[in-house]
């Protein structure tokens, strides 16, 4: 990778200074809602906050984003994408996408003081793997919900 | 709030240049047809309640407040490939 491309440098959130290649980063053609803007994106993992998966804006440090991957944070998570969505990707109409073959799912996470931390299910991040395309896609057919709890440690002594 | 009763093909005009036009009516979904100036933003209402939802988790938090939640985390660490 190196050899290929040069190296871009990027302030992050909370990794500070990172390097990157242009060849990994996340195009969103119609940002997120509430961050149209942000179209550019890095994904970032460290040892030290797995499993979460940070996506990073490119152009602005301040703007990033904690994410689990779909899997981990709901078992068994059903992709419901709708035929637009799955357009705007680039991905075959007639079925749903493999999640880990086709594209990668990230449920973002929010962190509120004295609540238990909730992911957004009902609006996954679907990023196709093989054009590395993002959109956030609101499943409007699924029963999850967009403050979907998590299983917490607390919640199964009961 | 103003109800109308509406057949497949037919429309409601709101002002002078917004139309919206029942295409089909199935057994669960309508699918609507919206004619509407470039400058009015048309989108499902579930946009915003993400919209907002983006704007809540882009509050700044520590790590260290992100560990202590996912030590809570009933699966521990777990990777995303399956």
């Known amino acids: ?158 | 709030m103003l109800v109308m009763r509406r057949r497949a093909g037919e429309s409601i005009l709101i002002g002078e240049d917004i139309e919206i036009q029942i295409l089909h009516i199935g057994e669960s979904r309508i699918k609507i047809g919206i004619t509407a100036p470039k400058a009015v933003l048309v989108a499902m209402k579930e946009v915003r309640l993400v919209g907002e939802e983006n704007l809540a988790a882009a509050q700044l938090h520590s790590v260290a407040a992100l560990r202590h939640m996912l030590d809570r985390l009933i699966e521990g660490p777990v990777g995303g490939e399956k």
């Open chain 1, 1 to 158: 990778m190196t050899q290929t491309t040069e190296l871009q440098h990027c302030e992050t959130r909370y990794f500070g200074p990172v390097e990157y290649s242009e060849e990994s980063v996340l195009v969103f053609p119609d940002g997120i809602p509430a961050f149209e803007q942000e179209k550019r994106f890095l994904a970032m993992r460290q040892p030290i906050s797995e499993p979460l998966v940070f996506l990073q804006s490119v152009a602005h440090p301040n703007v990033c984003f904690a994410t689990l991957p779909a899997p981990a944070a709901c078992p068994g998570f059903q992709l419901n994408m709708a035929p637009e969505d799955l357009d705007a990707l680039g991905l075959e109409k007639g079925r749903q996408p493999a999640i880990g073959r086709d594209v990668l799912c990230l449920t973002i996470l929010s962190l509120t003081e004295n609540a238990p931390p909730t992911v957004n299910l009902l609006a996954p991040i679907v990023i196709n793997i093989h054009t590395l395309r993002g959109r956030q896609a609101i499943q409007t057919d699924s029963t999850y919900s967009h403050r979907e709890a998590l299983p917490l440690r607390e919640a199964a002594c009961s």
